[in-house]
């Protein structure tokens, strides 16, 4: 799937969930803390969206990330290590691919996640009740809440409330795990 595709999809997704909210563009725009153009631009079709303006939007929106990039959906799916809709973060070498979205009255989302060093994610709060459950793949990350992170070795497991500030650091290049979005 190109990039154009998922844009798409995007600008359909923000669209109906805006409508289906009740709110106008400049209500979400706000909620959302982005530009009334920025929006609009999105629903069109236009611009890239970074994770975090999507992880606003969800959360303005009150659905999870997934709603905004999920694929439509199939009996069997397989998706391969570098494919599947990806988000990429603005500042840090950080991309987000949607790997199974949850389905309508089901409370989970499942990603992968790629990362290098340098700039670490830090994540405002998702939705109240939000849980994140990390399994590091490969490479070395610090993952967590600030000042709580826990160095992670492939294997490692550690869970945290994504409804707070959190924070995932690739520690070595080629960094990647899995990340299990449950919401409570």
């Given at each position: 799937m190109g990039n154009a595709d998922l844009i798409g999809r995007i600008a359909a997704a923000i669209r109906r969930e805006r409508e289906r909210a009740g709110l106008s563009q400049t209500?979400?725009?706000?909620?959302?803390g982005l530009a009334?153009?920025?929006?609009?631009?999105?629903?069109a079709?236009?611009?890239?969206p970074s994770v975090e303006t999507?992880?606003?939007?969800?959360?303005?929106?009150?659905v999870p990330?997934?709603?905004l990039v999920e694929p439509p959906r199939t009996a069997v799916r397989v998706v391969r290590a570098g494919e599947g809709p990806a988000a990429r973060a603005e500042r840090a070498d950080y991309a987000a691919a949607l790997l199974a979205a949850c389905p309508p009255h089901a409370r989970r989302d499942l990603y992968r996640v790629t990362a290098g060093p340098g700039e670490p994610r830090v994540s405002d709060?998702?939705?109240?009740?939000?849980?994140?459950?990390?399994v590091l793949a490969s490479g070395r990350a610090r993952v967590?809440?600030?000042?709580e992170a826990a160095e992670l070795a492939p294997g490692d497991y550690v869970t945290y409330?994504?409804?707070?500030?959190?924070?995932?650091?690739?520690?070595?290049?080629?960094?990647?795990?899995?990340?299990?979005?449950?919401y409570v």
């Amino acid at each position: 799937m190109g990039n154009a595709d998922l844009i798409g999809r995007i600008a359909a997704a923000i669209r109906r969930e805006r409508e289906r909210a009740g709110l106008s563009q400049t209500d979400l725009a706000r909620r959302a803390g982005l530009a009334k153009s920025t929006l609009s631009q999105l629903e069109a079709g236009g611009g890239n969206p970074s994770v975090e303006t999507l992880w606003a939007l969800g959360t303005a929106l009150e659905v999870p990330f997934s709603r905004l990039v999920e694929p439509p959906r199939t009996a069997v799916r397989v998706v391969r290590a570098g494919e599947g809709p990806a988000a990429r973060a603005e500042r840090a070498d950080y991309a987000a691919a949607l790997l199974a979205a949850c389905p309508p009255h089901a409370r989970r989302d499942l990603y992968r996640v790629t990362a290098g060093p340098g700039e670490p994610r830090v994540s405002d709060p998702h939705p109240p009740g939000t849980v994140e459950h990390v399994v590091l793949a490969s490479g070395r990350a610090r993952v967590g809440p600030p000042g709580e992170a826990a160095e992670l070795a492939p294997g490692d497991y550690v869970t945290y409330p994504g409804d707070a500030p959190h924070v995932f650091e690739a520690l070595e290049p080629g960094t990647s795990a899995v990340f299990l979005m449950e919401y409570v």
